[in-house]
Protein backbone atom coordinates (compact mmCIF):
# COMPACT_ATOMS: atom_id res chain seq x y z
CA UNK A 1 0.00 0.00 0.00
CA UNK A 2 1.10 3.77 -0.43
CA UNK A 3 2.38 5.87 2.05
CA UNK A 4 1.04 8.75 2.65
CA UNK A 5 2.97 12.56 2.09
CA UNK A 6 2.69 13.13 5.45
CA UNK A 7 3.69 9.54 7.28
CA UNK A 8 6.59 10.09 4.53
CA UNK A 9 7.73 13.02 6.33
CA UNK A 10 7.00 12.14 9.50
CA UNK A 11 9.39 8.59 9.20
CA UNK A 12 12.00 11.23 7.60
CA UNK A 13 13.15 11.96 11.29
CA UNK A 14 15.92 14.23 12.04
CA UNK A 15 17.85 13.84 8.44
CA UNK A 16 15.10 15.54 6.90
CA UNK A 17 14.56 18.11 9.63
CA UNK A 18 15.56 21.81 8.43
CA UNK A 19 17.69 23.80 11.03
CA UNK A 20 16.17 26.83 11.94
CA UNK A 21 18.54 30.31 11.80
CA UNK A 22 19.10 29.96 15.89
CA UNK A 23 20.76 26.70 15.06
CA UNK A 24 24.04 25.76 13.94
CA UNK A 25 26.42 22.88 14.64
CA UNK A 26 23.61 21.11 15.88
CA UNK A 27 23.63 23.47 19.04
CA UNK A 28 20.12 24.88 19.86
CA UNK A 29 21.25 28.58 20.70
CA UNK A 30 17.40 29.74 22.06
CA UNK A 31 18.75 27.81 25.02
CA UNK A 32 21.17 30.60 25.66
CA UNK A 33 19.19 33.96 24.24
CA UNK A 34 17.58 35.00 28.05
CA UNK A 35 21.40 34.40 29.69
CA UNK A 36 21.92 38.19 30.67
CA UNK A 37 25.88 39.70 29.81
CA UNK A 38 27.69 42.12 31.56
CA UNK A 39 28.98 44.74 29.05
CA UNK A 40 31.76 46.97 29.80
CA UNK A 41 32.53 50.16 27.88
CA UNK A 42 36.44 51.52 28.57
CA UNK A 43 36.48 54.75 28.10
CA UNK A 44 40.40 55.28 29.22
CA UNK A 45 42.41 54.32 32.62
CA UNK A 46 45.45 55.18 34.07
CA UNK A 47 48.07 54.66 37.23
CA UNK A 48 48.04 57.21 40.39
CA UNK A 49 50.22 56.60 42.85
CA UNK A 50 48.57 56.43 46.43
CA UNK A 51 49.22 60.42 47.21
CA UNK A 52 47.76 61.23 44.16
CA UNK A 53 44.12 59.52 45.28
CA UNK A 54 44.25 60.41 48.56
CA UNK A 55 44.37 64.55 46.93
CA UNK A 56 41.44 63.64 44.73
CA UNK A 57 38.69 65.57 45.54
CA UNK A 58 35.35 66.84 43.72
CA UNK A 59 36.38 69.10 40.45
CA UNK A 60 39.39 67.13 40.48
CA UNK A 61 40.33 65.98 36.72
CA UNK A 62 41.77 62.38 35.78
CA UNK A 63 43.96 62.46 32.76
CA UNK A 64 43.08 58.81 31.02
CA UNK A 65 45.91 59.39 28.14
CA UNK A 66 43.75 58.36 25.81
CA UNK A 67 43.50 60.95 22.81
CA UNK A 68 39.97 62.63 22.03
CA UNK A 69 38.11 60.89 19.47
CA UNK A 70 40.03 57.50 19.66
CA UNK A 71 37.55 54.59 19.64
CA UNK A 72 36.07 53.25 23.10
CA UNK A 73 36.74 49.42 23.56
CA UNK A 74 33.46 47.39 24.45
CA UNK A 75 34.06 44.20 26.53
CA UNK A 76 31.71 41.07 27.87
CA UNK A 77 33.67 40.11 31.00
CA UNK A 78 36.98 40.09 29.93
CA UNK A 79 36.86 40.13 26.59
CA UNK A 80 37.36 42.72 23.66
CA UNK A 81 34.31 42.01 21.10
CA UNK A 82 33.79 45.76 19.74
CA UNK A 83 35.45 49.14 19.73
CA UNK A 84 32.94 52.28 19.30
CA UNK A 85 32.34 55.86 19.95
CA UNK A 86 30.30 57.45 22.33
CA UNK A 87 26.84 59.43 21.32
CA UNK A 88 24.01 60.65 23.37
CA UNK A 89 20.87 59.40 22.53
CA UNK A 90 17.71 60.75 24.12
CA UNK A 91 19.75 62.61 27.44
CA UNK A 92 21.18 59.36 27.54
CA UNK A 93 24.99 58.23 26.91
CA UNK A 94 25.38 55.38 24.36
CA UNK A 95 28.12 53.81 22.47
CA UNK A 96 27.50 53.29 18.45
CA UNK A 97 29.41 50.38 17.28
CA UNK A 98 32.16 51.23 14.82
CA UNK A 99 34.62 48.05 14.61
CA UNK A 100 33.70 44.13 15.60
CA UNK A 101 36.89 42.20 16.70
CA UNK A 102 37.03 39.22 14.22
CA UNK A 103 36.59 35.74 15.41
CA UNK A 104 40.17 35.68 15.05
CA UNK A 105 41.25 38.48 17.14
CA UNK A 106 38.67 37.03 20.00
CA UNK A 107 40.28 33.56 19.40
CA UNK A 108 44.24 35.03 19.68
CA UNK A 109 42.96 37.10 22.40
CA UNK A 110 42.28 34.07 24.65
CA UNK A 111 46.20 33.02 25.32
Known amino acids: ?19 SPD ?3 GYD ?8 LDVRVELG ?16 VIDLKKPV ?3 LDIFIGDKLIA ?5 VAEDK ?11 AERIRSLG
Open 69 to 71: GEP
Open 23 to 25: TQN
Open 83 to 87: RGEAV
Open 45 to 60: QVKIMVNELLHLGQGS
Open 1 to 19: MAESASAKNQNKGEEGKEK
Open 93 to 103: LGIRLTDIVSP
Open 29 to 36: LDLIMDIP
